[in-house]
Structure formats: C-alpha cells, structure tokens
C-alpha cells in the first residue's frame, strides 16, 4: 500500500511570493498527479507526470523517480492560488486507481 | 474542452434510503473511477470500472455499493440502504485510456441525516 506524504499540511504566504509544496511516497509508481481543489470542492487535474519537470504558466512541477518525492512550485503567487493542492500517485502495479496526499491549505494574502 | 458532469450537486437524503449518484464522463474515455471525500479528510478510491465490469474495489465498496453504465454514457454509483457515515463528496474520474491523465466530475455532496 503506498503512502503519501504532504508537506506543509498549511501555508500561508504574501502575494509574490514563490511557493514549494512537497509530496513524498512510499512504494513505487508508474505517474503522480498535482491537483487543487478550490473551496467549492471540485479537483482540478494540473499535472500529470512521470519524470523530470513540467511547467505550465506559474506552475511548475518536478519529480525525483530514485527519492520518491515530488515539488510543486508556484512563482509570483496571487490570491486566486489559494487552494488545497493534493498530491495522488497511481501505482506501479498495474491498476490505475490514485493514492491521495491529506493535502496542502495554501492561502496567499494580498 | 469536454468536461466529466455529475448530478446531483447535493443531494440529502434519510439514513436507511437509496440514492443513485448519476455522472457522465468524457465520451471517448475507457476507465471510470468512484472516489469519495468524507469532511476534512483526504480522498479515498471506491471502485475502478473498465470494460463494463468492475476492475477494482476498496474495502470500503461493500455489497451496500453497486456502478452501473446503463446506456454507454452514464456511469452511476448506488448506495443501497445510505448510513450517517456515508457522507461525502463523491466525484468520479474518467481516463481515456492505461496511463493517461484522469479527469474529475464537480462531485456530488452526499448528506445523510
């Protein structure tokens, strides 16, 4: 059974401000996913990925396949980040089901 | 951009009552997904669904859970007899295929009193 791992549990930080959020797991994966999940409670899929890094606007993600862990990264943060972030891995054995994280409450003040 | 739909958005319900959680996922999609949410806690898998057959379960789908894809569009969870601890968000995901990105329906907020 994989374990997924979150850190911080809760940010808060100042609008600019450049943000990592850290996911570790325990067991190996064939791909992990980034998601937010904004107040209202529908998860929003952000990255899909499997090695290396990937970026799209002021997100950026990157997974380390040896450590098991994986960063996501949000430059020149704006109040509409805010979100809970949720980190899910899906398995290396064959189903497809995802793992999820407890998640990470991010709060930017303007 | 084609998006996974789920009704209802609330539904409330009395304890010992069926309820039918209805969502439409992507039309070209293969693989469908039941999570649930309970308040404060973070999401857990119910059930997998491929090839009109269950592919996998939690411990926590027992014989009170039941999916259905009555029609090739609809893919439904049935909660036969609903308990207080039965309340949730519940999304679904659809994935178009092994190893492709899932996709999450808005959820339903399940609330057994």
């Known amino acids: 059974k994989n374990e997924v791992e979150q850190s911080p549990q809760n940010l808060t930080a100042q609008e600019g401000e450049f943000i990592t959020i850290n996911c570790s797991y325990s067991v190996g994966i064939s791909a992990l996913h980034w998601l937010q999940q904004h107040p209202g409670g529908g998860i929003v899929s952000l990255f899909m990925?499997?090695?290396g890094k990937k970026k799209h606007g002021r997100l950026i993600a990157t997974i380390n396949i040896q450590e098991k862990h994986s960063s996501l990264h949000i430059t020149a943060s704006h109040p509409r980040d805010s979100a809970v972030y949720i980190c899910?891995?899906?398995?290396?054995?064959?189903?497809?089901?995802?793992?999820f994280g407890t998640g990470t409450r991010l709060t930017i003040i303007p | 951009e084609p998006e996974v739909t789920q009704t209802p958005s609330h539904q409330v319900t009395q304890m010992g009552q069926e309820v039918i959680l209805r969502c439409v996922p992507i039309?070209?999609?293969?693989?469908f997904y039941w999570y649930r949410q309970i308040l404060g806690q973070k999401v857990e898998f119910l059930v997998s669904?491929?090839?009109?057959?269950?592919?996998?379960k939690s411990e926590i789908f027992d014989d009170q859970f039941s999916v259905e894809r009555p029609d090739g569009s609809n893919f439904t969870l049935k909660i036969r007899s609903t308990k207080l601890e039965d309340s949730a968000m519940y999304f679904c995901?659809?994935?178009?295929?092994?190893?492709?990105?899932?996709?999450f329906g808005p959820g339903t907020r399940l609330t057994v009193t």
């Open positions: 039309s070209n999609h293969l693989y």
């Open positions: 899910a891995v899906r398995s290396s054995f064959g189903n497809e089901k995802l793992t």
């Open positions: 669904f491929y090839n009109n057959e269950i592919s996998e």
């Open positions: 990925l499997s090695s």
């Open positions: 995901a659809s994935q178009r295929d092994r190893s492709y990105e899932q996709y």
